[in-house]
């Protein structure tokens, strides 16, 4: 049987609506602590470069105040390093920033990349917080996280959840193929971005990846039923398919 997927929930967006009002509510910490009640493995929040959700005290409060392991999502600059030096959270997530695009769109080049981010690589893991690069589900990307020494990556999975219904095998494909790859190079695999009710299960199926990190489906779905039941159904689901897909391979 694989390994239980554990499930990261990303808080970013419960800023994003405090920050429109610039008071203290909703806050992104409370979140937290309900997203531990409800079943989340870990809490992910991205400090962005332009500060528009998550603010440099709301990581403070993360690491002093919720036992959940934390996964920083950081661009690969001086102010971030030195920003996950001072916390040591859990893991720390390399990701690509580009100050004008909605979210983060398309996984970070580590190949091209590699002489820029084999300090932050470095830096980061001799301070004892697990590394991990977000990068599209291309092989190329695989040997240049696992030549940085990373010991994680996380699969951008914006293609698969953007993919029209002619496309979507042929995203979920190349997944599957990263995902088997990553981990036979002894790389831990995550996934994540864009996932929802109804994409998740066929990716939570893949027997190869250990965590999913999941936002702003989750944030949105908490404003009509709660955050504690979203957080409990994408659980289910994810155990599901999980299961299931377990099953199927040892009948
Ligand atoms: N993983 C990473 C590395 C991300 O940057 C994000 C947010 O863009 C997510 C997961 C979660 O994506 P979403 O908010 O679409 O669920």
Redesign the pocket.
């Known amino acids: 049987m694989s390994e239980t997927l554990r499930l ?1 929930v ?1 808080i ?2 419960v800023a994003t609506i405090r920050n429109a009002r610039g008071i203290a509510h909703p806050d992104p910490i409370r979140a937290a602590r309900m997203a531990a009640e409800a079943g989340a493995d870990g809490i ?1 929040a ?1 400090l962005r470069e332009d500060r528009r959700h998550i603010s440099d005290q709301d990581i403070e409060r993360l690491s002093e105040q919720i036992d959940l392991p934390l996964n920083l ?1 950081m661009a690969a600059t001086q102010e971030m390093l030195a920003i996950a030096l001072r916390h040591r959270p859990h893991a720390a ?1 390399i ?1 690509p920033e580009k100050r004008r695009e909605i ?2 769109e398309g996984g970070l080049d580590a190949h091209g990349g590699a002489n820029h981010l084999r300090r932050y690589v470095d830096t980061l893991g001799q301070a004892g917080i697990r590394v ?1 690069l ?1 990068v599209d589900p291309e092989p190329i990307q695989l040997e240049a996280a696992l030549r940085l020494g990373a010991p994680v990556v ?1 699969l ?3 293609c698969y ?1 953007d993919a029209e219904p002619g496309t979507w095998k042929v995203e979920l494909e190349r997944l599957r193929a990263a995902a088997a790859l990553a981990e036979g190079m002894g790389l831990e695999c ?7 009710y109804d994409n998740v299960s066929p990716v939570a199926a893949i027997p190869n990846l250990r965590e999913l ?7 949105g779905e908490a404003i009509f039923g709660g955050l504690d039941s979203a957080i409990k159904r994408m659980r289910s689901l994810m155990d599901k398919a999980r299961a299931e897909a377990s099953g199927s391979r040892s009948a």
């Open positions: 990261g990303n970013d967006h992910t991205h999502e997530c990701v979210t983060t991990s977000f996380e951008h999975t914006g959840a995550h996934a994540g971005h864009g996932l929802s990190n999941i936002g702003h489906f989750l944030i």
